[in-house]
Structures are given as C-alpha cells and as structure tokens.
C-alpha cells in the first residue's frame, strides 16, 4: 500500500508541474492587448490627469440639460469621470489649423490645436454628465457637433473636424490686472451675444493666463456683446453691458480696484431694540457683485462678519417670510458695531377667510407686508401663507404696528386691508367677494 500511495503522489505532482508549464507557456505567447486609440506626442496618463486638475470647473446642477440638437454627447464609463477627446481641426481645403481654441462650453475646459492642427481635451466630468464641444477661432466659422452618433459612449475618442471660413469672424483679446499693474490669473472672462438670435448665440467663458491674458476667438465683428470679469476674491466684478466688436482684432485693458476687507461686528434687534437671537440673513455685496455670505446672530443677538469689503450691501432672508434691508453702505469708519433692525416680535395674527355666504375658502393666499425707512435704509417685512381646509391662517414672530394684509384667491376679488398689532394676539375675518380671474 506503501508503494502504491507514492506511486499515486508522483502522478498528482508531475500533472499539476504540467498543467503550471501549460499556463506559462500560454501566457508567454498571447498577444498583447492592442493599446488605446491615441495620436501624436500623446502625454504620459499622469500627465493627463495633471492636464485636468489645472482646468477649472464650476459646479453644475445635475438638473443641467444639454441641447440634443446640435452639440456633442459623451458619456463617460461608468467607473470614470475622465473623458479625452483629440483629433485634428483642418479647413476646408484639409490644410491644419493652428490655435483653433477647443472648448467644453458649460464646465469650461479648453484647449488649442497645435501647429499640424492637433488637439487634446481631457475633461474630468461628474459621472453620466454629458460634455459640449465648440471649436473657435477667427477667421473661421464656430463650430459645434450636432450629431449624437458620431460619438461613443467611450472615454477616448477621436474626433476630426473642419472649420469653413468666416471673414467677419475676429479675435477679442485682452489683460486684466489690477490697480497697480499686476495681472491677475484665473479671472472668469464671458462674453455673450446682447441679442442671442439662432444666427449669433455666441456664448464663451475662458479664463486669463498667469500674466492675466485672455482671448476670446470666432466673434462675429459689428455685432453688440456684453462682456463680463468675475471670480476674483479680492476683486470687484466688472461689466460692459454693450461691446461693439470692430472688424479689426482689438485689445481691452480691464483694471480692477483692489477691495478693502474689514471685521464686521454688529447686533440684530428688533423695533423695540430687543436682541433677536440665533437670526440668519444672507448679506450681498452689490458693489463688488462677488461676495454672499451667511449672517448668524448667537444667543444675544451679536454676530462677527470677517474678511468683508467695504460697499454697498443687501442684507435677505429666504422662504415664505422675507426680511429684506437695502440702501446699507459699509464705509472705512462705519462698519464697527453694526446694528441691523428687523421687524419681528412676539405678537401673531390669526385669520379665517370665508367667501360672502361664510363658507371656508381653502387655499387662499394670505400675504402680509410692512416696510418702514431708516434714514436712506429701507426695511421690508413680507410673509405669505396659504389658508387650510377650513380657511384658517395664521402668522407669528410678527412686531407691534401697521400691517398690509392682502387675499388672493381664485374666483375671487383681491381683498386688501391695514391691520394694527397692538396685542400679543389678535384675529381678523376675511370675507372674500366672487369675481377676479
């Protein structure tokens, strides 16, 4: 048995040495996996992602869509956001096109071709996002891709085109700094068509180099467009509502004011300079169009708002009851101990609202308003509510005083009336009269 065992042993190691030769020999002769589409002086895959991270894309809601009919659609692999587009721009005679600027219109990735009219884009997109492509350049007409099928759902693919001539078409080109000469990178420069019509709907966003450079190509010349400069912390934003673009290439130097940022310590209080405690209202910057943020009192009322420049601000609440100050301006001596008044309290008002046989009308729409000036300030309380299944309403946190109370119901007229708050808690009856839309 002893021999017969080690007899069965060699016959199991000398089939499993075999089958390990067979796998050997099978892996030494395949063929290699063909390599992915590419072109000329390709980068390295490092390189490509590096190319990506050096782009700049804003957020984009999921609920974008993208004309089916005339721009390209890729989707990307499901395990990827990386999408690379190349291929080569040539005109109408096959000759290549060097500079043909490649953009991707709404996440604002761009290229330029080479001097054999070779580009790359690689685009880092949130998955199933689906990119559009335009290619500009002057002298030539702009190009988008209507044709769906052209494309794979791949994330490489190659892409060849051909620009027709346009000799309206020009460059506008420009430098943006600042107020002592620097120029300023990363800037978001639009331009956009004042009146988009289906022969000019030029859009374009593109961003100015490390010296503060920026060009815009394929602009229809003796047309009107409205140029735009923003994204700059430190900066103001900055528009020229009707451009004029001459058939000439023309240069625009954009100058900027550097921004004076301070600490901002203020109080929120009601009309009866009570603290309102734990508030929040977002405040804008309407003069340098960029800065939005949150405002928060705490337990007593105060809050702290750094690093905010000085101008003229907008202070809003969202939702269904709106606090709104306009006409505020933040100046260099001005902006300590910041007392924002609201129009809030204790007091609430309840209502029925019934149509003229004294049946419940339900889902009328109950507005309050009241708005009072402090000096050049402008305070505006606004609330709405709709009636329930029995025609009630009711609205609290309101201050002491006037109030413009308004009904809006269908099938009904409008109904309008003053009512005072003078007590903790009041109710009014509302008797709505048929007619209206």
């Known amino acids: 048995m002893t021999i017969k065992r080690l007899t069965i042993s060699i016959g199991i190691a000398a089939l499993a040495a075999f089958s390990l030769h067979l796998v050997f020999v099978s892996q030494s002769t395949r063929e290699p996996?063909?390599?992915p589409a590419s072109m000329r002086q390709q980068p390295a895959p490092s390189e490509l992602r590096e190319k990506v991270l050096q782009n700049r894309m804003p957020t984009a809601e999921e609920g974008d869509k993208v004309d089916s009919g005339d721009s390209i659609a890729v989707e990307a692999e499901a395990s990827s956001g990386l999408i690379e587009i190349f291929g080569r721009v040539a005109d109408a005679d096959g000759q290549p096109l060097e500079n043909v600027l490649v953009?991707?219109?709404?996440?604002?990735?761009?290229?330029?071709?080479d001097a054999q009219g070779y580009y790359r884009l690689v685009l880092d997109l949130p998955r199933h996002r689906l990119p559009v492509l335009q290619f500009l350049r002057s002298g030539y007409e702009r190009l988008r891709i209507g044709d769906r099928a052209q494309?794979?759902?791949?994330?490489?693919?190659?892409?060849?085109?051909?620009?027709?001539?346009?000799?309206d078409s020009v460059s506008v080109a420009g430098w943006v700094g600042n107020d002592i000469g620097i120029g300023l990178d990363g800037a978001s420069v639009e331009l956009t068509a004042v009146e988009a019509t289906p022969e000019n709907d030029y859009s374009l966003t593109v961003f100015t180099d490390d010296r503060g450079d920026f060009e815009l190509e394929g602009v229809g010349a003796g047309l009107r467009y409205r140029l735009s400069v923003d994204k700059i912390p430190d900066y103001p934003a900055y528009e020229i509502r009707e451009l004029l673009v001459g058939a000439e290439p023309q240069r625009l130097n954009i100058v900027l004011p550097s921004l004076q940022f301070v600490e901002v310590d203020g109080m929120i209080l009601n009309r009866d300079a009570m603290p309102v405690p734990n508030f929040e209202i977002e405040i804008s910057n309407i003069t340098t169009g960029n800065h939005n943020r949150q405002i928060v009192s705490d337990s007593s009322g105060f809050f702290t708002l750094r690093d905010y420049p000085l101008g003229e601000v907008s202070l809003t609440t969202r939702g269904n009851d709106i606090y709104r100050i306009n006409g505020l301006r933040l100046t260099a001596n001005g902006h300590r101990n910041l007392r924002l008044t609201i129009d809030r309290g204790n007091n609430m008002l309840t209502g029925w609202v019934s149509d003229?046989?004294?049946?419940?009308?339900?889902?009328?729409?109950?507005?309050?308003?009241?708005?009072?000036?402090?000096?050049?300030?402008?305070?505006?309380?606004?609330?709405s509510q709709a009636s329930d299944a029995n025609g009630w309403f009711s609205m609290e946190n309101l201050g002491s005083g006037e109030y413009r109370v308004t009904v809006y119901a269908q099938g009904y007229r409008k109904h309008e009336l003053l009512h005072r708050m003078s007590s903790q808690y009041e109710e009014i009856q509302i008797r709505l009269q048929p007619g209206g839309s």
């Not at 004294?358 to 305070?379: C, M, Q, W, Y």
């Open 33 to 35: 996996l063909p390599e």
């Open 103 to 113: 953009n991707e219109e709404r996440y604002f990735f761009s290229t330029r071709s």
């Open 356 to 383: 003229q046989s004294g049946l419940p009308v339900n889902k009328a729409l109950v507005t309050i308003e009241r708005s009072f000036d402090d000096g050049a300030i402008e305070h505006l309380r606004y609330r």
């Open 151 to 167: 494309m794979q759902q791949a994330s490489n693919y190659e892409l060849n085109v051909t620009l027709l001539d346009k000799p």
